[in-house]
């Protein structure tokens, strides 16, 4: 079973606060991925490290940011939420391939 | 743009019966192939890989690619009604790009 863990799992808050998303692993992985989905939609990657001291954006506009101090924390913070920002986020990590992912159990906002 | 087409569904087999499952790739660079289960309310889960055209069987599952016509499909034989759940067609173009994953095709198995 993988060990990546993400808090909040569901977060409701109002329009203009600020948010951060934790996601932390213990398997020491490189790899480090934000994916956002929406309701019957396909995942977008919305940012991704391959290791310390290193974050690029993905393939969807994002407001979001990211950093990455450590291996095993990639958290993800939205100066200011909006409603649009309402989705499914989850963390993911890998060792080697890209494309064999450990997901967390998501983080699920809502905001208001 | 890449794109990854899968058939929404859903899919209904009955129990025991052979699910198939497509998915189209519009990168014909791309090099390696993913299939996720993903459970309503619940993550994506690794299923299975495959690497280079042929079929690769794990259990009751088998991946089958054709970089030719950029096509991918997972069969599950003996579906059982555990085997309800979207599943998700991934592709990566190699080297350090990242995946692109298809919408997910519903599977609903009934007894």
């Known amino acids: 079973e993988a060990d990546i863990y993400q808090t909040p799992r569901y977060l409701v808050i109002g329009t203009g606060k600020k948010i951060t998303l934790e996601c932390s692993q213990t398997?020491?992985?490189?790899?480090m991925y934000w994916y956002q989905q929406d309701p019957g939609m396909e995942l977008h990657l919305i940012h991704y490290?391959?290791?310390?001291?290193?974050?690029e954006k993905g393939d969807l506009s994002s407001e979001s940011t990211v950093s990455r101090i450590r291996t095993e924390h990639f958290p993800l913070t939205l100066e200011s939420a909006r409603p649009s920002h309402t989705s499914q986020y989850l963390c993911a990590s890998s060792e080697r391939t890209v494309g064999e992912l450990f997901f967390g159990e998501g983080s699920r906002l809502t905001v208001l | 743009q890449k794109e990854v087409e899968q058939n929404s569904g859903p899919l209904s087999v009955p129990e025991g019966a052979i699910a198939s499952l497509n998915c189209t790739y519009s990168d014909r660079g791309s090099q390696s192939f993913f299939w996720y289960r993903q459970y309503s309310g619940k993550s994506p889960e690794l299923i299975m890989s495959i690497y280079s055209n042929g079929d690769k069987e794990d259990g009751r599952f088998t991946a089958q690619l054709n970089k030719a016509s950029q096509y991918v499909s997972l069969l599950i034989r003996d579906s059982q009604p555990s085997d309800s759940a979207t599943y998700l067609c991934?592709?990566?173009?190699?080297?350090?790009?990242?995946?692109?994953f298809g919408k997910g095709t519903m599977l609903l198995v009934s007894p």
């Open positions: 398997m020491g992985h490189d790899k």
């Open positions: 991934a592709v990566n173009g190699g080297g350090y790009s990242t995946l692109t």
């Open positions: 490290s391959y290791g310390v001291n290193s974050t």
